[in-house]
T-cell receptor
């Protein structure tokens, strides 16, 4: 079967750094992406990794290790507005995009 | 440019009825995918259309169907509604069916009573 595992909830303090992990088991793999969704809003695209390594986009970075079927999203200098759910997603060999169940990020002042 | 537009935003139906949801992708985007989102289950893939052809289908019963028109607009239909079909239905579009840069609509919140 296909699955993506990520923690259901993570709590961090404003100004700190937090890492959200994602492990995947899919039939084929073309890339790992991350999406952010605020309550009542639509998921919005954050980042995409097709190759091993770290991709940085402002305060957000995403890492991929294809050999470990593992990736993470790193959020730095946390702000209250970063409180949201974060989803990892994998494109499998059939070109389907499979999403994880999401990680709820709580930020404390 | 206009984003992905889903209509209606909210819908209340009774069990046994059928419903049709609409999605207008970003102009120029030919790939449209549909997802069901429920608390604790994340986004579950329903189906994906590219240039009017269904390329992929998720593990949902045949009551769930969809189609795409020549202008890339897409509709999904759910027949014989069940209480468990209550969910947020999201549509996403992209230039091509890859993992980069999906743009989601705000969704249709369907409540079945």
């Amino acid at each position: 079967g296909q699955s993506l595992e990520q923690p259901s909830e993570v709590t961090a303090v404003e100004g700190a750094i937090v890492q959200i992990n994602c492990t995947y088991q899919t039939s084929g793999f073309y890339g790992l992406s991350w999406y952010q969704q605020h309550d009542g809003g639509a998921p919005t695209f954050l980042s995409y990794n097709a190759l091993d390594g770290l991709e940085e986009t402002g305060r957000f970075s995403s890492f991929l290790s294809r050999s470990d079927s593992y990736g993470y999203l790193l959020l730095q200098e946390l702000q209250m507005k970063d409180s949201a759910s974060y989803f990892c997603a994998v494109e499998d060999r059939d070109d389907k995009i499979i999403f994880g169940k999401g990680t709820r990020l709580h930020i404390l002042p | 440019k206009a984003g992905v537009t889903q209509t209606p935003r909210y819908l209340i139906k009774t069990r046994g009825q059928q419903v049709t949801l609409s999605c207008s992708p970003i102009s120029g985007h030919r790939s449209v995918s549909w997802y069901q989102q429920t608390p604790g289950q994340g986004l579950q893939f329903l189906f994906e259309y590219f240039s009017e052809t269904q390329r992929n289908k998720g593990n949902f019963p045949g009551r769930f169907s969809g189609r795409q028109f020549s202008n890339s607009r897409s509709e999904m239909n759910v027949s014989t509604l069940e209480l468990g079909d209550s969910a947020l239905y999201l549509c996403a579009s992209s230039l091509k069916a890859d993992n980069y840069g999906y743009t989601f609509g705000s969704g249709t919140r369907l409540t079945v009573v």
